[in-house]
């Protein structure tokens, strides 16, 4: 895979993270105490694994995108 790939592949898994992690405002407004636990630990499931398996294995390969994102993070408040 080449960098730029890398990125978008990053980009897209961030995106996706962040959008199951909105979710959980829903799940907070929306549903009974029981399916939020259990809607909201699939969701963080699901978010950690884009990070163990998607986000990780890009970083390991191209370290200079993670401080890239971190510096995205820092100043906007996302990495794209």
Do not use: W
Not at 36 to 60: C, D, H, M, P, W
């Amino acid at each position: 895979m080449n960098k730029e790939l890398a990125r978008i592949i990053g980009v897209t898994a961030s995106r996706s993270a962040a959008d199951l992690g909105h979710l959980v405002i829903l799940l907070k407004e929306h549903c009974s105490e029981e399916e939020r636990k259990s809607y909201g630990i699939a969701i963080a499931t699901a978010v950690a694994s884009i990070q163990t398996e998607v986000l990780s294995k890009i970083f390991a390969e191209f370290p200079e995108l993670e401080t890239d994102f971190e510096r995205q993070i820092m100043a906007y408040g996302r990495p794209f």
